[in-house]
């Protein structure tokens, strides 16, 4: 059963350029979550999505920031004309349920460096 | 709001070394309490949990007790190796929501 996966793992922009950063969940879970982790500090809760649903969108961004998980394919996170603040690892969880007390799952990350 | 609030690091010891991480919390209602790792160039992986006071997760050696009356979540481990050398995230999702809140985390370097 593989795990939660996430590409690239690794992505270089520039500032004004367009980052998607994918994630497939691991199987059998319908919910997904996307966390953002900035150097020396935890993470940061983005977004929670379910299939064709957008659940809670408090951490994210206003502008430039979407997420989005079609009926079928990967979640997709999207930032739009990037800036070095943008630089960071973004990280993808997975879950079967909502319960708080279940156990999310993580991807290996995309680390994003706006030059 | 909620809040994890763990120890600086890095934490330096040798192997065989005994460990204790603190965590400590603030939450409304009763919240479910973890403890993740991660490696280098690597996701998040759950260590151990507990979902109620006095539960004591364990994994790997690694144990922590909830412990509601300090609201603290202590990560310890009896004799450490070098490949324990990881940075150690504390978090807690409270009762009702999928959000879990995360300490800042605390790196861990094992020296042979």
């Known amino acids: 059963n593989a795990g939660v996966m996430q590409n690239p793992r690794h992505l270089v922009r520039r500032r004004g350029q367009e980052a998607r950063l994918r994630c497939s969940p691991m199987?059998?879970?319908?919910?997904v979550y996307w966390y953002r982790q900035l150097p020396e500090e935890g993470l940061k809760f983005m977004v929670y999505?379910?299939?064709?649903?957008?659940?809670?969108e408090s951490g994210m961004p206003k502008e430039r920031f979407s997420a989005e998980f079609p009926k079928e394919g990967p979640s997709i996170l999207r930032i739009q004309q990037v800036v070095r603040g943008d630089s960071a690892a973004y990280f993808c969880a997975s879950s079967p349920q909502d319960s708080y007390q279940e156990t999310q799952y993580f991807g290996p990350g995309t680390r994003l460096l706006v030059l | 709001g909620n809040s994890v609030t763990q120890m600086e690091g890095p934490v330096t010891l040798s192997e065989e070394a005994f460990l204790t991480i603190n965590c400590t919390y603030t939450?409304?209602?009763?919240?479910?309490l973890f403890w993740y790792v991660q490696y280098p160039g690597e996701g998040l992986q759950l260590l151990l949990k507990a979902t109620k006071a006095d539960d004591k997760g364990s994994n790997k050696g690694f144990e922590a007790t909830y412990r509601k009356e300090t609201t603290s979540f202590h990560l310890e481990k009896g004799s450490v190796q070098v490949s324990d050398s990881a940075v150690y995230f504390c978090?807690?999702?409270?009762?009702?929501?999928?959000?879990?809140?995360f300490g800042r985390g605390t790196s861990l370097i094992v020296h042979p």
């Open positions: 939450a409304t209602g009763y919240p479910s």
């Open positions: 199987k059998g879970h319908s919910h």
């Open positions: 999505l379910q299939k064709e649903n957008i659940i809670d």
């Open positions: 978090a807690l999702s409270p009762g009702g929501s999928y959000i879990p809140t």
